[in-house]
């Protein structure tokens, strides 16, 4: 009932709706409420002016004035300390689902005044800002469920600076979206057969050019130690030959036929971090999308891996 009753309360509060960045918060959209500490507090104060009223002692009665003054001025500090804040910008490292994305918030102000205290949430995700007059920029740690496009949430920002007697808070609901990768298949079979251009597959073997020396292993044969070299080196050196292969691989939807439609998904995903970790070119061929063509790298993972992430549900298939 406590949860349905906070989110019936944010249905109330600013913003309604998803935002454009940059957003600045004003004062129409900073709420600020007791903490309960501040409950105790006013209840001390309540206490002590009745007593001190009911005694006729005027010393108590001052202190107890001048304690209300000080807690309604910690009121206005808590709320100037988020008025005029803003919400740059938000962006993140996409990350396979299941795995925690580190969400990135550019923050600034307008005025110069230092601020302390801040942190910034979205459900149980929280995170401390470091703020000072140049802004900051903090790291929220979201989870992630499905592969796609994840909507960003709602983000609270809040302190209960100076005293703790009170929280100010304000949310920025910004209008944008992180991509998740799909999770990797855990044990997947090897890489599919390499393709050659005329699409026979080729045979992985040695070839006869040297790559390098290396030092001797035991095991090796003695035809390929470099007796001249192991001389000046006064060690024995050994021959590392190339190995000539077709590196170019087509990682084909195709190839997962007969498995389930996400785990397709998942099983291509875990072949585009194998070949890359292998160093090993390749391509990607799903339906539904222009093919990508041969290549290697960050950017060309992410690309294939975007691809395979932006792929519609087994649902929207029909």
Not at 10 to 15: A, E, I, L, N, T
Request: net charge positive; hydrophobic share 45%; proline share 8%.
């Amino acid at each position: 009932m406590l949860a349905a009753l906070r989110r019936r309360l944010q249905s109330w509060m600013r913003p309604r709706q998803a935002e454009h960045l940059p957003v600045r918060l004003q004062r129409n959209r900073i709420y600020i409420l007791p903490t309960a500490t501040g409950l105790f507090f006013g209840l001390l104060l309540g206490t002590m002016g009745l007593g001190a009223l009911n005694f006729n002692n005027n010393p108590a009665l001052l202190l107890a004035l001048l304690l209300a003054g000080a807690a309604q001025a910690s009121l206005i500090a808590a709320h100037m300390q988020l008025s005029g804040v803003v919400v740059d910008a938000v962006a993140a490292d996409p990350v396979p689902a299941g795995e925690p994305l580190r969400l990135r918030i550019g923050l600034g102000a307008l005025d110069q005044r230092m601020r302390r205290g801040m942190r910034i949430a979205s459900g149980e995700a929280h995170a401390h800002v470091a703020f000072d007059h140049t802004g900051s920029t903090a790291e929220l740690p979201l989870l992630t469920e499905r592969r796609g496009l994840m909507p960003v949430p709602r983000l609270a920002l809040s302190t209960v600076q100076p005293l703790g007697l009170a929280r100010a808070w304000a949310y920025v609901w910004p209008d944008q979206s992180v991509l998740v990768y799909p999770a990797p298949e855990a044990q997947a079979p090897p890489l599919p057969t390499p393709v050659g251009d005329a699409g026979r597959a080729q045979v992985t073997r040695a070839g006869d050019d040297v790559h390098h020396l290396r030092g001797y292993r035991a095991g090796d044969a003695p035809r390929t130690v470099a007796w001249k070299a192991s001389a000046r080196r006064d060690s024995l050196l050994v021959r590392e030959y190339e190995q000539h292969r077709s590196d170019q691989l087509l990682l084909d939807w195709q190839l997962t036929a007969g498995l389930p439609y996400e785990q397709r998904i998942r099983r291509l995903a875990r072949w585009v971090d194998d070949a890359e970790r292998e160093g090993r070119r390749y391509a990607l061929q799903v339906p539904g999308q222009p093919s990508i063509p041969i290549g290697l790298g960050a950017a060309h993972r992410h690309r294939c891996l975007r691809a395979l992430a932006l792929m519609p549900g087994e649902a929207a298939l029909g």
